[in-house]
């Protein structure tokens, strides 16, 4: 079982260039998350998909945009990369989202991104 | 709002001896509560989560926490720290609210462990 698969693992980009970075999950989970992790910062909700065709912003989504490009894979794209994006991002999926729903999120190991 | 506050951000404990990882919360409404943990270079992997069956749960590799409501606490223990234990660990909190404000991550807590 894969689980979450995020590509690339690591990328360095100059300031305005884009990108888009992939994820995809063979857990047949309804739900998606993209979360950006700095240091002492713990993991702060950039956009999520709480289902096929639907997604949302989350706590620090200005700078980003998303694709749920069907039920398995989430993409982020950066349009204008700016240093401030430096960070490692973490996709990850639940089974479910919603009002008092417990479950757990599963997460890919990361995409390490520098911006110079 | 819902928001969590881990009380140390770098614990380091002897191989063998006990862990402790102190995590706080606060929520208007009965929370779920998750510890998860991260090794280098990994993704975070859940350790267990508290979602009202039990005060006490067990999770994997030996980690438990309790879930004190008088205390808003939900403390990580391992009677016996192991060398492979070190990593960073994550106390998360998740509330009725959807979407962007049902999860809410703590800062980390780093665990060391010395032979």
Redesign the interface.
């Known amino acids: 079982n894969a689980g979450?698969t995020q590509t690339p693992k690591f990328q360095v980009l100059k300031t305005g260039q884009s990108m888009t970075l992939q994820c995809a999950q063979d857990m047949n989970h309804n739900s998606m998350y993209w979360y950006r992790q700095d240091p002492?910062?713990?993991?702060?909700?950039i956009y999520?998909s709480?289902s096929e065709g639907t997604t949302?912003?989350?706590?620090v989504p200005n700078g980003y945009n998303v694709s749920r490009l069907n039920k398995r894979e989430f993409s982020l794209r950066l349009e204008s990369a700016a240093p401030s994006q430096t960070s490692v991002y973490?996709c990850?999926s639940s089974e479910l989202?919603?009002?008092?729903?417990?479950q757990?999120?599963?997460?890919?190991?990361?995409t390490r991104l520098s911006i110079l | 709002a819902q928001s969590v506050t881990q009380l140390d951000?770098h614990v380091s404990v002897s191989e063998g001896t006990p862990v402790l990882l102190r995590c706080n919360y606060s929520s208007s409404y009965s929370p779920?509560l998750?510890w998860?943990v991260q090794h280098p270079?990994?993704?975070?992997?859940?350790l267990l989560?508290y979602?009202s069956a039990a005060t006490l749960v067990k999770g994997i590799n030996g980690f438990e926490a309790e879930f004190k409501k008088s205390e808003t606490s939900f403390h990580l223990t391992k009677p016996s720290a192991h060398m492979s234990d070190a990593a960073e660990y994550?106390c998360v909190v998740?509330g009725?609210d959807?979407?962007?404000r049902?999860?809410t991550?703590?800062?980390?807590t780093r665990l060391q462990v010395q032979p």
Do not use: C, I
């Open positions: 979450v002492g910062m713990g993991l702060r909700l999520y709480a949302d912003k989350g706590e973490f990850a989202e919603g009002f008092w729903s417990n757990p999120q599963h997460f890919g190991d990361g | 951000s779920s998750f998860y270079n990994k993704g975070l992997q859940l989560k979602t994550f998740r009725p959807t979407g962007r049902a999860l991550f703590g800062s980390g």
